[in-house]
């Protein structure tokens, strides 16, 4: 009588689908090198409160040393004043402001310096969390409704939260050039080459094409395409349309003050 093989294989784990769990750090770093594997593994094993909390929280804190930094040199500070300056008096000059509120504005601005280097640094780090939960469910929307995607909020979060590595050494080297140079609007952007005048529209937005933003833009159309199961063209495009209407509103319709 034969004997029967026998099989020594053992069944996969339940939760397993041929994917292995990726680590923190090799999340944190593959995305900088192999995005869509990181990505991939997002679908079959939970996203970690980590994965996107400690960038988005390292970005921040940055922030508010960018911030801080700005106050304590004088050449930024400076800038900054007449920046605030050029503003107030365009906000009386479209009838948004009295003249004696104009005045007192800038009043609070030359009194208040240690004050209002704390509140600058606190909104700095609150505005980066705030804004980040925003574009999150921006990108939410597109993966669902424009790519027609399996896509939770949560993705959205794990996808925007882990492009934020790209975004922490984004920070770190435009700071390093915004002291090194005196320059306010330091980083990676086309503004640099560039003797325009720095309020003007072109300007800005070419302050907005920035090597580290492009990054990210990359990852977040990868990650995005991922979860859509969508290859090709079509992520980019959509997550580059998206960018380019808030490039548009942030320029002439807040002035280029965020974005």
Request: aromatic share 12%; proline share 3%; net charge neutral.
């Amino acid at each position: 009588m034969s004997e029967q093989p026998v099989n020594t294989e053992q069944p996969p784990s339940p939760g397993s689908s041929g994917q292995e769990s990726i680590s923190f750090l090799d999340k944190a770093a593959g995305v900088f090198y192999e995005p869509s594997k990181v990505f991939e593994s997002l679908k079959t094993s939970p996203l970690k409160f980590a994965d996107w909390f400690v960038p988005v929280l390292l970005v921040a804190l940055l922030a508010g040393v960018n911030v801080y930094l700005r106050f304590a040199s004088p050449d930024l500070r400076f800038q900054m004043a007449q920046m605030q300056e050029r503003y107030i008096d365009n906000m009386v000059t479209q009838g948004k402001m009295t003249a004696d509120q104009a005045q007192q504005a800038k009043d609070r601005m030359e009194n208040g310096s240690t004050s209002v280097t704390v509140v600058s640094v606190i909104v700095a780090i609150v505005a980066v969390f705030i804004f980040f939960f925003i574009i999150a469910g921006i990108w939410f929307l597109v993966g669902k409704f424009a790519l027609k995607g399996n896509i939770t909020y949560t993705h959205a979060l794990g996808i925007l939260g882990l492009s934020e590595w790209i975004a922490v050494v984004g920070v770190i080297i435009g700071t390093v050039v915004m002291v090194a140079m005196s320059r306010l609007d330091g980083g990676l952007h086309l503004g640099l080459l560039t003797q325009m005048n720095t309020d003007s529209k072109a300007y800005l937005f070419m302050s907005k094409i920035d090597v580290f933003t492009i990054w990210s833009l990359v990852v977040i159309a990868i990650g995005l395409g991922r979860f859509a199961g969508r290859k090709g063209i079509m992520p980019a495009a959509c997550v580059c349309a998206v960018w380019v209407i808030w490039v548009l509103v942030s320029i002439f319709a807040l002035g280029g003050r965020f974005g």
